[in-house]
């Protein structure tokens, strides 16, 4: 098995064990849940977004690892950013959670390339990105990774 | 050696021998041997099966209960000597209770459709139990919304036991059907089906027993338990995938309409009106699963040989080994510990998500389920999204659990815990 260091960095546990930006956006303008039938992973994440950029964002939810932490990194790294921006992230991340591929823009995200050799655990790692994408078009029914 | 090591070593000599009827168990994954601990999603298949299938697509593929050629008239024999075993299995009455069907989700809604959408009406009642695989709860759910009938739910303790006196205090007048499982898939527990069977007969209502995680670790005996409906799949009990068991009794399946319409349940047909086909054929539209009904016929001699009742003990003797053994892990907590149960160990760790316990443990080559096992009203039951699980089966060693337990205690190395 390719090590389990890869799919288990540092930054993974950090974030997992400390997540950033966890709880109630209380002036959230967009929301979304995103649930993993198959695990039980649940998240629920909360926007706030004015004139385009992404000014708040905050997350709850349950998960193991690999999702909690992803979803914490998200946080992070999507504050500030414009909508477009946030989505082109979604793509780098997704991209890289299959392939392997590190991107230039991944920064800090790099360590989600760790999974593409766990297919397994892909949905895990992307649960967060694809909920952010449908808070920013509202939708309203939970996203499901199946 | 103390009493215990020595009964463990014996059985382990007999699973080792076992072993070597199953292809698969040689297999390494990520380098290192297989330890198959999902048996409770799907067990491995010996020898005899895998060859029973191939040898009839290699000799004798044919359509049954059709030809006049000698083909088909081996497939027939073939296909009605497996109902045959079947019935003596769990001791039907006759080879015409045996109903086939493509697992026990199959045989379940059979009976919700056929005998439950004919007979409720609105403000009737159901009982199952928290503990039911989503197979047991949804096609009930499905039926109720089609008649207006009400699931009722009998509860469980904190051992993840069924509590009698609240499924007493369930049962009324307005009661026409218990669906409880046998034994449970995420918990181990075994149910007291022959109880909760005599309860329910006391005001007539029937009770149909999903025996899905039951059938291949405990002798079933259908008509002892006096059960209306008995359902299990082939491949939990190291059969074929897509063949699965409807046992009812003839008074009721008679009774009640076919479930699908099709070739082979009809005696004739006119477009002024159609008689059906007499049991089991009524419930059997279509060409069967032939390769799966010889394949679990083979499964079937295969576990009859060995016997239960050996691998009974077998299982026991793992469950008694394994158990301290992950008790003791500090932070670790198995979730279902009824005082009768089968060897399936469910259990949670500190700070690890069992999807992650799932994936280092299959890096040391241990194969075990990580979810909610179809039971999320159970896990809600226990304030858990998910659990790891464990579940053995008759190929399963000491040595096995061994590495089970080091594999854990690597989870929580990996983890800093």
Not at chain 1, 81 to 93: F, I, S, Y
Not at chain 1, 102 to 115: C, F, H, Y
């Amino acid at each position: 098995m390719t090590d389990l260091r890869e799919l288990y960095q540092e930054t993974i546990f950090d974030h997992y064990r400390q997540p950033r930006n966890y709880g109630r956006l209380e002036d959230a303008n967009r929301k979304a849940e995103g649930y993993n039938p198959l695990c039980g992973d649940k998240v629920t994440l909360y926007l706030r977004v004015e004139d385009g950029v992404i000014r708040d964002v905050r997350f709850e939810g349950t998960g193991c690892a690999i999702a909690t932490a992803s979803a914490s990194l998200m946080t992070e790294s999507i504050k500030g950013k414009r909508e477009g921006e946030a989505l082109q992230l979604l793509a780098t991340v997704h991209q890289m959670a299959t392939s392997g591929t590190i991107a230039g823009d991944a920064g800090k995200l790099r360590v989600l390339a760790g999974v593409h050799e766990f297919p397994e655990r892909v949905k895990c790692a992307t649960l967060a990105w694809h909920t952010m994408k449908a808070a920013l078009e509202n939708v309203a029914q939970p996203v499901s990774t199946e | 050696m103390k009493l215990l090591d020595r009964l463990i070593h014996h059985h382990d000599l007999q699973a080792q021998f076992w072993r070597t009827e199953f292809p698969i168990l040689k297999t390494k994954v990520h380098g290192k041997p297989l330890v198959y601990l999902d048996n409770a999603a799907t067990t491995q298949k010996p020898l005899a099966v895998i060859e029973a299938e191939t040898k009839y697509y290699r000799d004798y593929n044919a359509n049954v209960h059709r030809g006049i050629h000698a083909l088909s008239q081996w497939a027939t024999d073939a296909f009605e000597a497996a109902r045959t075993k079947v019935q003596r299995l769990i001791n039907a009455a006759s080879p015409s209770e045996i109903i086939f069907v493509r697992g026990a989700t199959e045989a379940i809604n059979l009976v919700a459709q056929s005998y439950g959408r004919s007979r409720l009406q609105a403000g009737d009642e159901l009982i199952v139990s928290t503990m039911e695989h989503h197979s047991n709860i949804v096609p009930w759910q499905m039926v109720c919304q089609q008649t207006g009938a009400i699931l009722r739910v009998a509860p469980i303790n904190d051992k993840g036991e069924l509590q009698m006196d609240a499924f007493d205090a369930l049962l009324n007048e307005r009661t026409r059907l218990v669906a409880v499982t046998h034994v449970s898939n995420s918990l181990g527990t075994i149910n007291p089906v022959r109880d909760i069977i005599e309860r329910a007969h006391a005001r007539n209502v029937p009770v149909l027993v999903d025996g899905a995680q039951a059938i291949a670790h405990r002798p079933v005996d259908v008509r002892a338990l006096d059960c209306d409906f008995y359902a299990f799949s082939g491949h939990k009990l190291y059969g074929p995938t897509g063949i699965g068991v409807l046992y009812g009794k003839t008074a009721l399946l008679d009774a009640m309409p076919p479930y699908q319409g099709g070739g082979e349940m009809i005696s004739s047909v006119s477009f002024e009106g159609t008689t059906y086909n007499t049991l089991p054929f009524k419930f059997e539209a279509g060409t069967p699963n032939i390769a799966g009904v010889i394949g679990l016929g083979a499964a079937v001699d295969y576990v009859t040989n060995i016997g239960l009742e050996a691998i009974v003990a077998h299982e026991e003797a793992l469950l008694v080994y394994a158990t301290p053994l992950l008790t003791k892990v500090s932070g670790l907590r198995i979730i279902g510990t009824a005082a009768e149960k089968t060897g399936i160990l469910s259990f949670v760790m500190e700070g690890i998500h069992p999807h992650d316990i799932g994936t280092i443990l299959d890096g040391e080559g241990v194969a075990v389920r990580a979810g909610h096992h179809c039971t999320m009203p159970l896990m809600e039951r226990f304030g858990i999204p998910a659990t790891a699980r464990a579940s053995f089966a008759l190929y399963n060693t000491k040595q096995e659990v061994d590495v089970l337990v080091a594999a854990v205690h690597k989870a929580k190395e990996v983890f800093g815990r």
